[in-house]
């Protein structure tokens, strides 16, 4: 994979980079404002290939995708030009959208020579954050798991589920994935709970577990459980917790 971090765009809106590369270049996208345009272009291309039907990926599909997108050409990222200053300004000067303009055609190109890749080395594979017609985690959840200080923990739940947490001091927030937790009946649905010694709070009540739960740091003590409720949640926990996660742990 080449080492400059601008040309890791692609990968990433993939979601091609191992976990701490991922980081890595998202600390980058925090500084650069061009890399996020970027970014966002080549996932809203990704997203058109959602209609493509799925298959399971090989063992090998990570390792042999990154190395087709890394034969392939990609336009590095253009800085925007210096302000111009009155009249002798040079001709050449190119504001940042028109330059973005100018490129985007290569970026579709990028998007779809990494699509073929993939069709390539074992039939179309689309990822859920990629498939137009699959929920995605909320933007405030995605937010948290995305922070540059955020600190990660995945366990499985009693029924055969996993679920994982995240939080980010300099957001002030925790989040919830609970996209990865078994499908309920249509007269049931998962309710997320703060635990303390005053006892369980209702925190939110997931009628889509796919989009997960973001909430205010929790103060020390809380614990965070899910448990399993009728439509539309109760007021207290009604079963055992399915997944119960000291905060402190994560």
Do not use: K
């Not at 040309?7 to 061009?34: I, K, W």
């Not at 939080?167 to 609970?178: F, H, I, K, Y």
């Not at 499908?183 to 649905?189: E, F, K, M, T, W």
């Amino acid at each position: 994979m080449s080492t400059d971090v601008h040309t890791l765009s692609g990968a990433y809106a993939l979601d091609a980079l191992d976990p701490r590369e991922a980081r890595d270049f998202e600390q980058h996208l925090a500084e650069c404002a061009v890399c996020r345009a970027e970014v966002a272009e080549l996932q809203e291309a990704a997203s058109l290939m959602g209609a493509a039907e799925a298959a399971p990926p090989s063992s090998a599909l990570r390792d042999r995708l990154l190395e087709a997108v890394d034969r392939t050409p990609q336009v590095p990222p253009l800085s925007a030009p210096p302000a111009a200053v009155g009249a002798d300004a040079p001709a050449t000067a190119v504001s940042l959208d028109a330059a973005r303009r100018a490129r985007r055609p290569r970026v579709r190109l990028f998007a779809a020579a990494a699509a073929v890749a993939v069709a390539a080395v074992g039939g179309i594979v689309v990822t859920d954050a990629m498939r137009t017609d699959q929920p995605t985690l909320a933007a405030g959840v995605t937010q948290v798991f995305r922070a540059a200080d955020a600190q990660e923990a995945t366990v499985a739940t009693a029924n055969g589920g996993r679920v994982s947490v995240a939080m980010s001091a300099g957001e002030g927030r925790m989040a919830v994935d609970t996209s990865r937790l078994p499908a309920l009946g249509s007269r049931q649905v998962y309710q997320l709970w703060t635990l303390t010694d005053a006892g369980p709070v209702s925190a939110a009540v997931l009628e889509d577990a796919a989009t997960g739960a973001a909430m205010d740091l929790p103060a020390a003590g809380t614990r965070i459980a899910i448990t399993i409720e009728p439509v539309g949640g109760s007021e207290q926990p009604t079963t055992q917790p399915i997944v119960v996660v000291d905060p402190a742990d994560v």
